[in-house]
Every structure is written in C-alpha cells, then in structure tokens.
C-alpha cells in the first residue's frame, strides 16, 4: 500500500503514517519498499523475510508449548490467535516423535476453569478496542450492564485491559457518566461519525455529539472535562465498538498497576479521592496455612496468633471482593476491623440464615 492509501485505511495524516514507518523499521519488522514505474512508492511487510532472532533450547520450547492451554480462557482475542501461531512455530520445532512424548506429559497436567469467559465472538470487538487503546482515539461503546434491559451507547476514553478471574475488563474514563451522573440510562440518538470499516456491532452505536455531516479531523485531541471518573466495564456486556477519528489526551501519571493497587481485585471505591482502608480478618488455624500461603495483596500483613490463628491486614478503598472473599472462609474468618465492614458481613449472613430458615418453613 502507499501512504496515502495507508492513511485513509486509518483515517490519520500522511505525518502519522511516516512515523509509524520509521518505528516498525526501529523495531526490525521486516518492511519492503517498492518504486512503481510512475514514481509511487508501496510498502509491505514480507512474510518469511528477517524474522526477529528468537532462539529456544529444548526445555524452553517445551516449557512454552505445555503452558499453552493457560491461554485458552483468551481464545478469540488477537492475544491468543498470535499465540497459537508462535505454538505451531514450536510444534514443527519439536517434531513428530518429541510431541508424541509431549501428549503424555499434557495428561499429567490440568488447568481448571470455572466460570470462564467466552471470547470466540468478540475478537473484533477487542481488536477495536486494543487500536482506540494504542493510539488514545475516543471510542463509542455499546454496553448493557448487569441491570439494563438493553445496551446504552457510551462515549470513553479507553486506558487498559485487565484479565481478571476468567474475564476480560475495559478501563476507561466515561464522559457519559460523567455528563449524567444521575440520569437513568438511556440510548442516545444521532448517526455513526466514522466509516463501517472501523465499526463492528451487533448494535448501533450512536453519536450524538457529532452532527452527521460533520467531517472527522485527524490529529485532534480532546481534553477531557475533570474530573472524570476511570471506571471499569466488563467486556462479555460489550456488544459493539465505534472508533473516533478524535483522539484525546491520556493523562500521563496513570497507569494500570497504579490504578489497581488498592483494589482487591477489580472493584474500586465511586470515589476517585477515596483513601485506603486498613482491614484485619482473623483466620482460624483450620485455613491458617493456606492463608499464609499466597499472596493476596502487595500491601498485606500477616500476624500469627499463640492459637495457630493468623490475622490478615491489607490497605483497600473497596470493601466489595473482600467481603466476597472473607464470606468464603464461612465461620473460620472473622473481620476485625472496620466495623463497617463487620456490620455489612453480619447482615449477609442473617439474611442467608432467614433464607435458609424460610426454605425450610416452606418445606414444613
């Protein structure tokens, strides 16, 4: 392709393009410069020409192509598509003879997964997503939440995306909900701002801040309104994704893992400005052991008692996944501070125990 054509593909400027020429160059991709007879230069990547030096040793290889089913809860995505590809290279490494020793060893090792996420259908939707990621454009997501009765169109700012627990999450900052907090949510109206071929959907997904007729402009960038909350959104509610020729402004000082550092998982405090919460659960010397065993939280602390019991303390801003977490352990666990959070597991299980209690009436 040319330059021109690769920056209508796109939809950025020919600057951008000469750019991202000279990175992949920096970076030892094979690309092929070739002059028509009319002067106009194309460009490709040549398959099978210098590949990246990447040598294996015979356990490394092997290490590599058993811990390949790890992947299998992405399957769908273009994480595992090029993994699968890198897989077959190792395969035909090894040869016949040592991978039928290798599907005996395969037998030996199992990798459960319970309540695993099903990525097949949305590996467009991702790859969407990855590419409003990688270059800051807006994006317009179609998303249905957990109490929706149908999706709503949202306007974000992606960051990131985290693996967590079986399921694929989008960080991004939402300007709709930062335009109506308290507003009910609703689809909004209008038409799509970009062309199909940066769209896909299996629900419209509608911009109604642009006028129809309003041409794109590359290269511009969009401050967003502060303070804009980062929230997280689980892709499996993910049913399309419209990328905007607008790009915004990241902000600098963010990044995932500083994000998430108070967090027990994916759930945060509403409350950007929230400060962490110190939170000690007693374990009793049944699940001591197994307590000690991990790692739970960067922050973590763990004490152990005369009784063989052990005292967990962690700093959080949501209480959310270790209530969860701590309700898990059934009577072995008890919080022990904050008494907010000790209340909160108290009226969970007076109301599993009225269920319970119910049930059985109905029985009678």
Known sequence: MTIKELAQEVSVDDRTIRRDLNTLRKANFPLEERVTAHGCKHWKIVDGGANVPIHF????????YLGRRLLDPLAGTNFWTS?????NKIRAMLGEAALGQLSKVEKTFLQTMPGVSDYSSKSELIDLLMLA??????AWVAYQSERATEPVSLEMYPY???YHKGSLYLVAHSRSHEIRQDAPESSPTGTPAVPTKQ??????ILNPSRDAHEPAVPGDAHEPAAPV???HFKIDR???VDVQTLQFSPDPDFSLEKHFANSFGIFQSDDPSSKPKKIRIRFNSEVARYVQEKTWHPSQKITKEKDGSVVLEVSLNDTHEIKAWTLSFGPKATVLEPKSLRDEIKADVEAMLDG???????KE
Request: charged share 25%; no cysteine; aromatic share 8%.
């Open 57 to 64: 040793n015979w356990s490394e290889a092997i290490a590599l």
């Open 160 to 162: 990131g995306i985290v």
């Open 133 to 138: 990621i990688e270059d800051h454009k807006i």
């Open 199 to 204: 769209r896909a959907s299996d629900t419209p």
């Open 356 to 362: 319970y209690k119910t049930k059985q009436r109905a």
């Open 238 to 240: 993910v049913t399309g």
């Open 229 to 231: 909350p980062v929230r």
């Open 83 to 87: 993994a699968q590809s890198a897989f």
